[in-house]
């Protein structure tokens, strides 16, 4: 399955036609090339952009709603493909693709039409003149997604950024570049107009660096890692661009003395490791009240234990692999600095397989990993992880778990496990962070603001917020006679 790059409707070869290798993280197989595009693609795909860029912005709001449901809609007929294709490239349970990564990338162009047919026009009425606030386009804006969730987060990013009359240039993860590809084809089977949606695989480094640099270029919005966001804002930022940051984390799941057990467990467990803990939102560290420390902890051991990792395709599988052997490496790395750190490992830690057999032992497989003993200002404790590793800290008051909660430099997610909701409630209002769930855990409603303080990153995506970014205000007063 060869990647090639969309620019202006069709698909090309990087201009060099150099290519990198696409690999299956649960075999360690090829599934592809990809093209390594660098400078001349860039370039290619903002021409194109521009020539797309009046007629599209001067559609309606409406025609171009119309538009993203056609896209909705062409996606959700291939959804069991777009399902195959994302578990493929990424080594996720093909279940997870579908419940997940399949049906939130079509609600994402859904949801965003059907918003943009409520919103008012902005107007603010004076004794003597009437403002009116126009929301124009940016132009052409440049999307940067990771490889955790790819057509979730980059389907996230170019639903607003079309609707609000925008022109696009993409740079899915070169791990991840499958599902991209799919929008791509299904695009172009609708008849979406040549150069409005452009898409440029390759490195990071190389093509998107070339994305963040181009003048013709106004916005970025990126999703990734704290490090490479931090490269994108200086980059971009002198040039005034205008930019979206969503970063790492290292996000708590707070369980207070008064849960309900099984639903806190459970809970811990979904939130900790789902997508082997590759989301943003993880809650990668457990802050268990002491007093049911023991038995939360003992009920969570055997779960997580029990749990069958091993081939995505099997609808047994609860985890799949990573997304890359650098990545188990990396991961363990952190399991080895834990030990170092006075940790103990509960479960887990190690690469074998315990559910159906994966398609070939070179797979990036790693147990769910659950660890003790350290103090939540350890490094381990601190530091963003992005893998099936979950720590484990006990408190005694809720003022020390808001400030164990704080202790990090992120600040994106977390959830609060309580039979008093307005207990949970005021906990959350003292935790620098984004987005606080109680009683449960990625549960989302797409008009609400999503992103992080400190170290998670810059702005918020979701409802108006995306519109807002996706656009340039231009308020008009109008003196009356
Ligand atoms: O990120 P990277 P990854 C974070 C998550 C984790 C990371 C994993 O916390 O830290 O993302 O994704 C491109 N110029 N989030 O490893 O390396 C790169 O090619 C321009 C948070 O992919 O930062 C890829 O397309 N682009 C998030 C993208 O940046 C560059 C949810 C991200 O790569 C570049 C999901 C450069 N110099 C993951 N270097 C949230 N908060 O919602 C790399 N890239």
């Known amino acids: 399955m060869n990647v090639q790059n969309f620019i202006g409707g069709e698909f090309v070869d990087a201009v060099d036609h150099a290519t990198l290798e696409n690999l299956a993280p649960a075999t360690g197989q090829l599934i592809g090339t990809i093209p390594r595009s660098k400078q001349p693609d860039v370039y290619r795909a903002v021409a194109a952009a521009r020539v797309a860029q009046h007629e599209w912005a001067d559609l309606t709001l409406d025609d171009r709603a ?20 994302e578990s493929l490239d990424t080594g996720k349970p093909f279940s997870l693709a579908q419940r997940v990564d399949a049906k939130r990338s079509v609600e994402n162009f859904r949801f965003f039409a059907d918003f943009s047919r409520e919103q008012e026009d902005l107007v603010f009425e004076m004794e003597d003149a009437t403002n009116i606030v126009h929301r124009r386009p940016i132009g052409i804006v440049g999307l940067i997604t990771p490889w955790n969730l ?25 791990l991840t570049p499958l599902t991209a590809h799919l929008l791509a084809e299904v695009c172009q089977e609708i008849g979406l107009p040549d150069g409005v949606l452009n898409i440029v695989n390759g490195y990071g480094p190389e093509v998107g660096q070339q994305i963040l ?27 005034f661009k205008k930019l979206s940051l969503e970063l790492g984390g290292k996000n708590a799941t707070i369980i207070l003395d008064d849960a309900e057990m099984n639903q806190a467990v459970q809970g811990a467990i979904r939130a900790g490791l789902t997508n082997s803990g590759q989301v943003c939102l993880c809650g990668s560290r457990i802050l268990v009240h002491e007093s049911i420390a023991d ?15 091993g081939d995505p395709n099997h609808p047994e599988t609860q985890v799949g692999a990573l997304i890359n052997m650098a990545h188990v490496e990396k991961v363990e790395s952190y399991i080895n600095l834990a030990i170092q750190e006075g940790g103990t490992i509960l479960t887990g830690g190690t ?18 990993t659950l660890i003790s003993g350290l103090s939540h200002l350890s490094r381990t404790a601190r530091e963003e992880i ?3 590793v979950v ?34 409630h005021s906990i959350a209002q003292k935790i620098d962070t984004g987005i ?46």
């Open 213 to 239: 640099e181009h003048e013709g270029i106004k916005a970025i919005s990126f999703t990734g890692g704290t490090a490479t966001g931090r490269h994108v804002a200086a980059t971009a930022a002198p040039m």
């Open 386 to 388: 992005f893998g099936p």
């Open 150 to 174: 790819p057509l979730y987060l980059l389907s996230w990013k170019v639903a607003p950024a079309l609707l609000m009359g925008n022109v696009i240039v993409a740079k899915p993860s070169e």
């Open 295 to 309: 038995e939360f902890t003992q009920h969570l051991v055997a779960q997580v234990s029990a749990m069958k990792c």
């Open 66 to 85: 119309d538009w993203l449901e056609a896209i909705a809609d062409a996606l959700e007929s291939r959804s069991e493909e777009l399902a195959r294709r």
């Open 351 to 368: 690469r074998e397989m315990t559910g159906p057999p994966g398609p070939t032992p070179e797979g990036a497989f790693l147990r769910p």
């Open 391 to 424: 720590t484990i800290h006990r408190f005694s008051s809720d003022e020390e778990a808001i400030e164990m909660a704080n202790a990090t430099d992120y600040g994106l997610a977390g959830s609060i496990w309580t039979r008093d909701t307005e207990r949970g």
């Open 436 to 481: 606080i769930w109680i009683n449960t855990w990625l549960h989302r409603d797409l008009r609400t603001p999503f992103g992080g303080v400190k170290h998670s990153g810059v702005g918020r995506e979701g409802g108006s917020w995306s519109l807002g970014f996706f656009s340039e205000p231009l308020n008009v007063c109008i003196k009356h006679d």
